[in-house]
Protein backbone atom coordinates (compact mmCIF):
# COMPACT_ATOMS: atom_id res chain seq x y z
CA UNK A 1 0.00 0.00 0.00
CA UNK A 2 2.99 2.48 1.02
CA UNK A 3 4.87 1.50 -1.60
CA UNK A 4 2.22 2.35 -4.49
CA UNK A 5 1.63 6.06 -2.83
CA UNK A 6 5.47 6.60 -3.19
CA UNK A 7 5.57 4.89 -6.90
CA UNK A 8 2.66 7.32 -7.76
CA UNK A 9 3.51 10.48 -6.06
CA UNK A 10 6.90 10.15 -7.39
CA UNK A 11 5.30 9.61 -10.94
CA UNK A 12 3.52 12.90 -10.55
CA UNK A 13 6.04 15.16 -9.30
CA UNK A 14 9.28 14.18 -11.92
CA UNK A 15 6.27 14.53 -14.01
CA UNK A 16 5.71 17.77 -13.30
CA UNK A 17 1.81 17.07 -12.62
CA UNK A 18 2.23 18.52 -9.00
CA UNK A 19 4.48 22.16 -9.62
CA UNK A 20 7.26 23.14 -7.90
CA UNK A 21 6.35 24.53 -4.07
CA UNK A 22 2.47 22.76 -4.41
CA UNK A 23 1.33 21.86 -0.34
CA UNK A 24 0.93 18.07 0.00
CA UNK A 25 -2.06 17.40 2.58
CA UNK A 26 -1.44 14.30 4.47
CA UNK A 27 -5.67 14.00 4.56
CA UNK A 28 -6.10 14.65 1.54
CA UNK A 29 -3.79 11.79 0.00
CA UNK A 30 -4.96 9.31 2.53
CA UNK A 31 -8.94 9.95 1.36
CA UNK A 32 -7.88 9.54 -2.66
CA UNK A 33 -5.83 6.68 -1.61
CA UNK A 34 -8.11 4.72 0.15
CA UNK A 35 -5.82 4.58 3.19
CA UNK A 36 -4.73 5.62 6.51
CA UNK A 37 -2.59 8.77 6.73
CA UNK A 38 0.62 6.38 8.48
CA UNK A 39 1.29 5.06 4.86
CA UNK A 40 1.35 8.77 3.70
CA UNK A 41 3.11 9.84 5.96
CA UNK A 42 5.90 7.46 5.62
CA UNK A 43 5.68 7.17 1.56
CA UNK A 44 6.17 11.47 2.38
CA UNK A 45 9.18 10.65 4.74
CA UNK A 46 10.73 8.78 1.62
CA UNK A 47 10.10 11.04 -0.73
CA UNK A 48 11.74 13.30 0.95
CA UNK A 49 15.13 11.19 1.58
CA UNK A 50 14.96 11.31 -2.23
CA UNK A 51 14.80 14.97 -2.38
CA UNK A 52 11.33 15.39 -4.10
CA UNK A 53 9.44 16.90 -1.41
CA UNK A 54 10.76 18.75 1.82
CA UNK A 55 8.65 18.65 5.28
CA UNK A 56 8.79 21.55 7.58
CA UNK A 57 7.26 20.75 10.78
CA UNK A 58 4.33 22.37 12.23
CA UNK A 59 4.07 23.80 8.73
CA UNK A 60 3.45 21.14 6.25
CA UNK A 61 4.82 19.12 3.14
CA UNK A 62 6.08 20.75 0.01
CA UNK A 63 7.01 19.68 -3.37
CA UNK A 64 11.24 20.18 -3.17
CA UNK A 65 12.01 23.64 -6.08
CA UNK A 66 15.66 22.80 -6.26
CA UNK A 67 17.81 26.34 -6.21
CA UNK A 68 19.87 27.15 -9.38
CA UNK A 69 23.05 25.77 -7.22
CA UNK A 70 21.19 22.51 -6.65
CA UNK A 71 20.58 21.81 -10.40
CA UNK A 72 24.23 23.07 -10.92
CA UNK A 73 25.73 20.54 -8.39
CA UNK A 74 23.27 17.66 -10.05
CA UNK A 75 23.98 18.30 -13.37
CA UNK A 76 27.33 18.44 -12.23
CA UNK A 77 27.03 14.89 -11.03
CA UNK A 78 24.96 13.96 -14.30
CA UNK A 79 28.07 14.98 -16.19
CA UNK A 80 30.33 12.49 -14.19
CA UNK A 81 27.80 9.49 -14.46
CA UNK A 82 26.73 9.78 -18.47
CA UNK A 83 30.30 10.59 -19.51
CA UNK A 84 31.03 7.39 -17.36
CA UNK A 85 28.64 5.71 -19.46
CA UNK A 86 29.66 6.65 -22.66
CA UNK A 87 33.00 5.33 -21.73
CA UNK A 88 31.98 1.99 -20.87
CA UNK A 89 29.07 1.88 -23.44
CA UNK A 90 31.95 2.71 -26.30
CA UNK A 91 34.47 -0.30 -24.52
CA UNK A 92 31.05 -2.93 -25.54
CA UNK A 93 30.81 -3.02 -28.99
CA UNK A 94 27.29 -3.62 -30.93
CA UNK A 95 25.46 -4.57 -27.96
CA UNK A 96 21.69 -4.19 -28.43
CA UNK A 97 21.49 -0.97 -26.54
CA UNK A 98 23.23 0.83 -30.05
CA UNK A 99 20.14 -0.67 -32.31
CA UNK A 100 18.16 1.47 -30.21
CA UNK A 101 20.18 4.38 -30.06
CA UNK A 102 20.22 4.92 -33.74
CA UNK A 103 16.73 4.32 -33.99
CA UNK A 104 16.16 7.17 -31.09
CA UNK A 105 18.24 9.47 -33.50
CA UNK A 106 16.51 8.91 -36.43
CA UNK A 107 13.17 10.11 -34.28
CA UNK A 108 14.85 12.70 -32.63
CA UNK A 109 16.25 13.92 -36.31
CA UNK A 110 12.63 13.57 -37.53
CA UNK A 111 10.98 15.57 -34.28
CA UNK A 112 13.28 18.21 -34.57
CA UNK A 113 12.21 18.80 -38.30
CA UNK A 114 8.60 19.43 -37.42
CA UNK A 115 9.40 21.65 -34.60
CA UNK A 116 8.19 18.65 -32.37
CA UNK A 117 9.73 19.77 -29.35
CA UNK A 118 7.49 17.47 -26.82
CA UNK A 119 8.10 14.96 -28.88
CA UNK A 120 11.45 15.50 -28.95
CA UNK A 121 12.23 16.21 -25.46
CA UNK A 122 10.76 12.58 -24.58
CA UNK A 123 13.39 11.63 -26.87
CA UNK A 124 15.95 13.15 -25.14
CA UNK A 125 15.28 11.14 -21.99
CA UNK A 126 15.31 7.96 -23.69
CA UNK A 127 18.57 8.87 -25.37
CA UNK A 128 20.26 9.25 -21.94
CA UNK A 129 18.40 6.26 -21.00
CA UNK A 130 19.83 3.97 -22.88
CA UNK A 131 23.18 5.25 -22.66
CA UNK A 132 22.89 4.34 -18.67
CA UNK A 133 21.36 0.60 -19.97
CA UNK A 134 24.16 0.61 -22.24
CA UNK A 135 26.77 1.17 -20.14
CA UNK A 136 25.73 -2.30 -18.08
CA UNK A 137 27.06 -1.22 -14.84
CA UNK A 138 24.12 -1.65 -11.75
CA UNK A 139 25.68 0.82 -9.56
CA UNK A 140 26.43 3.39 -11.62
CA UNK A 141 22.21 3.17 -13.30
CA UNK A 142 20.92 3.04 -9.74
CA UNK A 143 23.44 6.34 -8.65
CA UNK A 144 21.67 7.78 -11.67
CA UNK A 145 18.35 6.97 -11.37
CA UNK A 146 18.19 8.60 -7.65
CA UNK A 147 20.00 11.85 -9.50
CA UNK A 148 16.98 11.83 -12.31
CA UNK A 149 14.63 11.74 -9.14
CA UNK A 150 16.40 14.41 -7.20
CA UNK A 151 16.04 16.65 -10.76
CA UNK A 152 12.71 15.67 -11.45
CA UNK A 153 14.52 15.89 -15.20
CA UNK A 154 11.26 15.51 -17.01
CA UNK A 155 10.85 18.91 -15.56
CA UNK A 156 13.83 20.60 -16.68
CA UNK A 157 14.11 19.04 -19.67
CA UNK A 158 11.51 21.06 -21.84
CA UNK A 159 12.70 24.57 -20.05
CA UNK A 160 16.32 23.35 -21.21
CA UNK A 161 14.50 22.60 -24.84
CA UNK A 162 13.08 25.95 -24.87
CA UNK A 163 15.76 28.06 -26.02
CA UNK A 164 16.57 28.65 -29.05
CA UNK A 165 18.05 26.33 -31.14
CA UNK A 166 18.94 24.14 -28.73
CA UNK A 167 16.78 21.14 -29.78
CA UNK A 168 19.00 21.38 -33.27
CA UNK A 169 21.88 21.64 -31.28
CA UNK A 170 21.27 19.15 -29.02
CA UNK A 171 20.20 16.35 -31.59
CA UNK A 172 23.60 16.73 -33.21
CA UNK A 173 25.45 16.44 -29.68
CA UNK A 174 23.59 13.08 -29.52
CA UNK A 175 24.87 12.25 -33.13
CA UNK A 176 28.43 13.18 -32.31
CA UNK A 177 28.59 11.17 -29.42
CA UNK A 178 27.06 7.71 -30.84
CA UNK A 179 29.63 8.46 -33.89
CA UNK A 180 32.74 7.97 -30.87
CA UNK A 181 30.66 5.00 -29.00
CA UNK A 182 30.70 3.39 -32.64
CA UNK A 183 34.37 4.38 -33.58
CA UNK A 184 35.10 2.62 -29.70
CA UNK A 185 36.77 5.62 -29.17
CA UNK A 186 35.82 5.72 -25.02
CA UNK A 187 38.28 8.60 -23.95
CA UNK A 188 36.30 10.99 -26.74
CA UNK A 189 32.88 9.71 -26.54
CA UNK A 190 33.29 11.01 -22.24
CA UNK A 191 34.32 14.08 -23.28
CA UNK A 192 31.81 14.87 -25.91
CA UNK A 193 29.04 13.51 -23.79
CA UNK A 194 30.37 15.50 -20.45
CA UNK A 195 30.09 18.59 -23.05
CA UNK A 196 26.88 18.34 -24.24
CA UNK A 197 25.73 18.15 -20.29
CA UNK A 198 27.04 21.26 -19.85
CA UNK A 199 25.76 22.79 -22.58
CA UNK A 200 22.32 21.42 -21.65
CA UNK A 201 22.61 22.62 -17.76
CA UNK A 202 23.98 26.16 -19.94
CA UNK A 203 20.82 26.65 -21.62
CA UNK A 204 18.25 25.18 -19.07
CA UNK A 205 19.72 28.02 -16.62
CA UNK A 206 19.63 30.64 -19.11
CA UNK A 207 15.69 29.23 -18.70
CA UNK A 208 15.09 29.13 -15.49
CA UNK A 209 14.07 32.77 -13.59
CA UNK A 210 16.84 34.73 -12.12
CA UNK A 211 17.75 35.31 -8.41
CA UNK A 212 18.26 33.04 -5.18
CA UNK A 213 21.15 33.95 -3.06
CA UNK A 214 22.19 29.56 -3.35
CA UNK A 215 23.68 30.39 -7.10
CA UNK A 216 26.90 29.64 -6.84
CA UNK A 217 28.86 32.42 -9.16
CA UNK A 218 30.44 31.59 -12.06
CA UNK A 219 28.80 28.21 -13.16
CA UNK A 220 25.81 29.22 -14.99
CA UNK A 221 27.82 30.20 -17.59
CA UNK A 222 30.53 27.64 -17.88
Keep these: MQGRVIAEMRRRIIKGDIEPGAPLSELALAEEFGVSRTPVREALKQLQT ?23 ELFE ?71 MNQLAYSRLV ?10 LQSDREHHRVLELILEKDGDSAEQVMREHVRASRRALLAGLP ?5 ERSGTAGS
Design 158 to 167: NTSLSQPGRP
Design 77 to 147: MKELIEGAAARLLALRGRVPEIDMLERNLREADAAVARDDRERYAELVQEFHDLLITGADNSKLEAHYRIL
Design 210 to 214: LGGSN
Design 50 to 72: EGLVEIRPRVGTFVTTPSRREIT
